[in-house]
Nanobody
Framework: QVQLVESGGGLVQAGGSLRLSCAAS????????MGWYRQAPGKQRELVAA???????NYADSVKGRFTISRDNAKNTVYLQMNSLKPEDTGVYYC????????????WGQGTQVTVSS
């Protein structure tokens, strides 16, 4: 009923930039918080950034000043602009959203690989 489709991952050199997008589709009544998580090999999934429906943002300390999360509520889309990328930013990036169809449930995208070479 609901799909989150991510795009924008890839391979980039350290210091470079990437922009991730995640579009939600389906029988959506409203979307609450949208966020990006990442999982590096052998590590747990961690929150990178989140944004409320009103635009309030929250970032992991490791990405503050380098990453910017934004959303387009009309398009049900969340973005993650990643600048000054470091090798330690490498991982699979997952989109997450709290979406109301009848009740609010958490949905995840399929993940997109980001690889930063040194």
């Amino acid at each position: 009923q609901v799909q989150l489709v991510e795009s924008g991952g890839g391979l980039v050199q350290a210091g470079g930039s990437l922009r991730l997008s995640c579009a939600a589709s389906g029988s959506i009544v409203s979307i609450n918080v949208m966020g990006w998580y990442r999982q590096a090999p052998g590590k747990q999934r961690e929150l990178v950034a989140a944004i409320s429906s009103g635009g309030s943002t929250n970032y992991a300390d490791s990405v503050k000043g380098r990453f910017t999360i934004s959303r387009d509520n009309a398009k049900n889309t969340v973005y993650l602009q990643m600048n000054s990328l470091k090798p330690e930013d490498t991982g699979v990036y997952y989109c997450n959203a709290g979406i109301r169809i009848v009740t609010i449930q958490q949905y995840w995208g399929q993940g997109t690989q980001v690889t930063v070479s040194s």
